[in-house]
């Protein structure tokens, strides 16, 4: 082609938009929403690049849409290179106004409502033309969403190893009973001390199931779990129910009905502040370093 795109990829290109937001969501009504433009445009867009390819890359399912296999495979080649020249685009127009622009913030569950919430509403009034999306879930979610280029920034407890990361500092871990269960009159307790006891907890994809798990094996026996939840507050009331105890960090609003004991040993995760891989638009690096300076004060503050 001698360095020139070719008849197909020249019509193709104004319509990837169209078909990236149809693929990624399944639902024409959906993606025109997310696109701001009628779905009849949006509809005549998706026709024009099966047109142009001469293959069908959608078909109805329910109430919405799904790939064909030609679809998926354009998808996947192609849906990456919609994201790269999104980001080259918030990049060279953030440059021009350093004290706007949106950045896409993520914290994990475990954090808030108190910390982040005063932590970005200070930095708000420093920056108060900076657009904040925000995300709330757990670390896997989080990381998944950095690396995809859905999120700018993230708190992470603990940060991924693949991913660049600040440390910001340290979570303590404690164990949580009823304020009548039998253990409710210790200050402190070593792990091997709870073999016995029914432990509520999170799914085995969240860290902190993961630490319970192997802080379990390291004092000698295997954790009975018979309630999994996702849910922070949900599974402090079931503790606060006498149906178990559980390892969790101080919550930022206290609990009445639960009583927390020290856990013997290093008992704490790090918490990092995680960047994507992609250069950071200004308005990220403004927030990114806000964040580093300021964030475990909020923090601290808001668990003691």
């Keep these: 082609m001698d ?10 290109v104004p319509l990837l938009a169209a078909f990236d937001a149809a693929a990624g969501e399944g639902h024409i009504t959906r993606a025109a929403q997310v696109l701001g433009i009628p779905q009849s445009s949006l509809s005549r867009r998706l026709k024009s690049v099966e047109k142009t390819l001469g293959v069908q890359l959608f078909q109805p ?30 990049v060279v127009r953030s ?5 706007s622009g949106l950045v896409r913030f993520g ?7 108190v910390s982040i919430p005063s932590l970005l509403a200070d930095f708000h009034s420093s920056a108060p033309r900076i657009r904040l999306h925000l995300v709330q879930a757990h670390g896997e979610a989080l990381a998944a969403q950095v690396r995809a280029g859905q999120l700018d920034l993230a708190v992470m407890i603990p940060a991924p190893a693949d991913l660049p990361a600040t440390v910001l500092g340290h979570q303590r871990i404690h164990l949580y009973v009823a304020r009548t269960h039998r ?6 307790i070593d792990l091997g001390d709870l073999a016995e006891e029914s432990f509520i907890a999170n799914p085995p994809t969240y860290h902190l199931r993961h630490l319970l798990d192997s802080w ?3 004092a000698g026996f295997i954790p009975r779990v018979p309630f999994e939840i996702t849910e922070f507050d949900t599974l402090r009331a079931f503790v606060a129910h006498g149906l178990g105890v559980a390892l969790l960090p101080e919550p930022e609003i206290p609990h ?12 704490d995760r790090g918490i990092g502040l995680v960047a994507g891989n992609h250069r950071p638009t200004p308005a990220v690096a403004r927030l990114h ?3 580093a300076t300021h964030a475990m004060a909020h923090i601290d503050k808001a668990a003691s």
């Design 3 to 12: 360095g020139y795109l070719s008849a197909e990829v020249e019509a193709l």
């Design 107 to 113: 914290f994990p569950l475990t954090l808030g409502p």
């Design 256 to 267: 009445p009905d639960l009583h927390r004991i020290a856990l013997a040993g290093p008992r």
């Design 95 to 99: 440059n021009a106004d350093p004290d």
């Design 289 to 291: 370093d806000y964040l």
């Design 216 to 218: 379990c094996a390291e």
């Design 61 to 90: 399912v329910g109430r919405g849409v799904t790939l064909t296999p030609a679809g998926r495979e354009l998808f996947e080649r192609t849906r990456h290179l919609v994201g790269a020249l999104d980001d080259a685009v918030s």
């Design 183 to 188: 253990l409710a009159d210790r200050d402190a």
